[in-house]
């Protein structure tokens, strides 16, 4: 059932769970807090709840997916995708999967994905910018089923978060543990779109002296939904666990594979609203159909919606960690982790050339005798270039990192301290390259162009070096065995280098003259947070906080608003001498409860409501000096600080219980995110101010209910998501809708002693009423146009899944 006027309804269901959680029964306090630490949300696997909304006692609002949660949404769910059900969260991809991460759009209280932090098992994942520089996603990083948790702060979160971006809170992934008895497990799942997933770990049990481990890969691919082009990878992890009484060490390893086929975003227009292609398909691998379509001129009469033969993402991972938490005494707990990460990846685009202004970018290498778009000077560009008239851009990245983190717990009486500190040593390279695509010989998007020839054009080479210190310091003071005051600061540091070997030529990088080179440092040693956690009953718990914190600088020439983008060594020593980094200050006021009683059928009720308010400042602009110029060519943007952002919102979440067998759960979320000042690009004042936040909806409301009868469990998911605005100045926005998801499964347990142990075989439907609509946004700089990516359509996936 498809909702076009539901919003009373989600209204009407979040009040009810606001007075569920007002009114329930109140009973005498009979348990302590606990201390406010990222422990306390939940430890393990927690491979057998089925627990969306956890009441983690914390003077923040938290709340988490389990592993079992995670695998209903589909076997095989990105950690990122997994927690769109959870409150304030807006999550939108290309693929059912969540894992094509140059189209994910991620929304926490109206902040961005880069203005998030990212972690797993406490190691720091970077902001998540397509194009990383400084981590890799989730999905790269661990194997979905070997995901125990997923944890949402999302306040600015625990002070002592390794992250430089966590300005409107933190996703943690945690991984599980290794099974206490021997075990393997296969999965395989199949389905739309020529969809295969391969699954397999092995549980090794508990042997020697407190040791265990499993060892896991996967094997995926499927054909993306709208053309030919493949998605696939291979990944694997190993994790190894020795516990005694001194205490824990554990080692991890993850490796990925993967080549992830891209979108093209539909360009929108006031002009074009009601006649732009919903998609923008590529035509690999019909090499044939893409050369008649440009010999007809086709490309040219699409204007900005051509299509271009394929692009991808091929990104190689390699992570690893070393982890010894230290039981000192019974008061004292010391806990260390060093890990290392090593990326290589490439971004392809083949595409026609003589779109999006590339003769004149192709003309300061192979220079024109006249006019750039000449027929004479493309036909010499088109012999350049393989004969095809087409051409491959690259751009190829490299990470080496590797970093320190150390935790101090002392139990001091009544107080629990903790000081901790965090070191990481960044090293990234970018490099823009263009290559021939042969008319004899076309290239496909699952090889590296290197690999088959030298690049015609290296366009530019940038070099980065970062060091990152993080240190801080809490103290948890239980001061009655009801209530518990938490205060604590956080210092950090950045200091970033570029070399360039490579500059581009002088205005082929739209109005550079230069990449810049040298040093920026940023500073702030006094980031406080302070917060309390009342346990007004067994049951219930008020929460307050405040908290203040920064994004770093974004460090790379290729992604984000980084200064080393700039144009010019003297706009970025501009900006180095006058842009500050942006900040926030959070404030957050709940209530949680958690009750099991007799209520007619109900049998029992968790959930939290929560008031928030950011004062977000500094916000950080980037100003294109040709708004018209397309992001192929690429620009040199002007950066700077163009005003504040004021958030206030609300989310009401629960679950209700009725019996064992059925839960409903409903989150509801109202957030209002508005600039608090105009901007001036160029000579042109930009009315923002009292604007809302572009890409952020207002509204929110999912709904999860789950049923299990015998053998049989089933699940819909419900999901509203608001009108979102497309641009800074809210001239052109984007309808609302509402999606559901479903899944029905049946488990089989044949007991021990069988050869197979457990048997579960499910049906997993995304998009069950095949909803078209606006998925991601690409917002829009100037008024009167935006790009807009197509919501995927219906998809089907059976699983089988046996324990031996």
Do not use: C
Request: proline share 5%; hydrophobic share 35%; net charge neutral.
């Amino acid at each position: 059932m498809i909702f076009t006027t539901a919003r009373p309804a989600f209204l009407l269901a979040g009040v009810a769970l606001a007075a569920l959680v007002a009114t329930g029964p109140a009973r005498a306090a009979d348990t302590a807090p606990a201390i406010d630490t990222a422990a306390d949300v939940g430890t393990g696997d927690a491979a057998g709840s089925d627990t969306i909304v956890v009441t983690g006692r914390t003077t923040r609002s938290v709340t988490q997916v389990t592993a079992l949660d995670i695998q209903k949404v589909l076997p095989g769910v990105s950690p990122l995708k997994a927690i769109q059900t959870l409150p304030g969260v807006t999550f939108l991809t290309a693929d059912p999967w969540g894992n094509n991460e140059q189209n994910i759009s991620l929304f926490v209280h109206g902040f961005n994905a880069q203005q998030l932090g990212y972690t797993l098992d406490g190691v720091p994942l970077g902001d998540q910018t397509y194009g990383n520089y400084n981590g890799l996603s989730p999905q790269r990083a661990i194997i979905s089923e070997n995901v125990g948790r997923v944890t949402l702060a999302s306040g600015a979160g625990d002070l002592g978060t390794a992250s430089t971006s966590n300005l409107g809170g933190t996703i943690d992934t945690f991984s599980s543990d290794p099974t206490a008895d021997m075990r393997v497990n296969v999965q395989q799942t199949v389905g739309s779109h020529d969809a295969l997933r391969t699954f397999g770990r092995i549980d090794s049990g508990t042997f020697g002296n407190g040791n265990s481990l499993y060892v896991s890969g996967v094997r995926q691919k499927a054909r993306a939904w709208d053309f030919r082009g493949k998605q696939g990878g291979y990944q694997a992890n190993a994790k190894f666990v020795h516990e005694d009484a001194t205490g824990t060490l554990t080692l991890y390893g993850a490796y990925s594979d993967k080549t992830e086929p891209n979108e093209d975003a539909t360009v929108i227009t006031v002009a074009n609203r009601a006649t732009a292609p919903y998609t923008r398909p590529f035509f690999y691998p019909d090499f044939a159909a893409a050369r008649d379509h440009l010999a007809s001129g086709a490309y040219k009469a699409a204007g900005s919606n051509y299509r271009n033969y394929y692009s991808d993402a091929q990104r190689t991972d390699y992570l690893a960690y070393a982890k010894y938490d230290w039981a000192v005494s019974d008061k004292v707990r010391w806990s260390n982790q060093t890990y290392y990460h090593h990326n290589d990846g490439v971004g392809v685009v083949a595409g026609p050339i003589d779109v999006a202004g590339l003769p004149q970018l192709f003309s300061f290498y192979f220079p024109a005798t006249g006019s750039p778009t000449s027929a004479a000077n493309l036909a010499r560009l088109t012999t350049r270039f393989g004969g095809s008239g087409f051409a491959t851009r690259t751009t190829e990245y490299r990470i080496d990192r590797g970093g320190l983190i150390s935790r101090l717990q002392v139990e001091l009486g009544d107080h629990k301290v903790e000081l901790g500190g965090w070191y990481e040593r960044q090293s990234s390279s970018a490099y823009r390259r263009w290559y021939a695509l042969d008319v004899n010989a076309p290239s496909s998007p699952y090889t590296r162009p290197r690999d088959e020839a030298e690049p015609l054009i290296t366009q530019y080479g940038s070099q980065v070096r970062v060091n990152e210190y993080q240190a801080h310091i809490q103290d948890s003071w239980r001061v009655v065995p009801s209530l518990t005051v938490l205060g604590g600061v956080k210092a950090t540091i950045q200091s970033a280098t570029q070399r360039v070997p490579v500059q581009p030529i002088p205005g082929s990088f739209t109005g550079s003259t230069a990449l810049p080179e040298g040093r920026i440092t940023t500073k702030r040693f006094f980031l406080p947070q302070i917060g309390a956690l009342w346990d007004v009953t067994g049951d219930e718990q008020i929460f307050v906080n405040a908290q203040k914190n920064i994004r770093q600088f974004q460090t790379s020439a290729a992604a984000g608003l980084s200064p080393f983008a700039l144009g010019s060594q003297a706009a970025f020593e501009l900006f180095r001498d006058q842009v500050k980094p942006e900040t926030s200050w959070t404030y957050e006021a709940g209530l949680r409860t958690s009750r099991t009683f007799s209520f007619g059928p109900i049998t029992g009720f968790q959930g939290q409501v929560s008031y928030y308010h950011v004062d977000f400042s500094n916000r950080l602009l980037g100003i294109s000096p040709n708004p018209a110029i397309n992001a192929i060519v690429s620009g040199a943007a002007i950066l700077q600080n163009v005003g504040s952002v004021r958030t206030d919102g609300v989310d009401i979440a629960g679950t209700l219980r009725f019996g064992p067998h059925f839960s409903l759960y409903n989150a509801l979320s109202y957030n209002n995110s508005t600039f608090r000042d105009d901007y001036t690009s160029g000579v042109t004042i930009v009315r923002t101010a009292g604007k809302n936040v572009p890409g952020s909806p207002k509204w929110l409301n999912k709904t999860v209910a789950t049923a299990n009868v015998g053998i049989f469990d089933a699940q819909l998911i419900g999901d509203y998501l608001g009108r979102r605005f497309a641009t800074f100045t809210n001239d052109l926005s984007v309808r609302g809708y509402y999606t559901v998801s479903a899944r029905l499964a049946a488990r089989v347990p044949l007991g021990e002693n069988g050869f197979v142990k457990d048997a579960t075989v499910s049906v997993n439907v995304t998009n069950l009423t095949d909803k078209k609509g606006t998925s991601t946004l690409s917002i829009g700089a100037a008024s009167g146009t935006f790009n807009a990516f197509p919501l995927a359509p219906r998809q089907v996936f059976g699983t089988v899944s046996l324990v031996f």
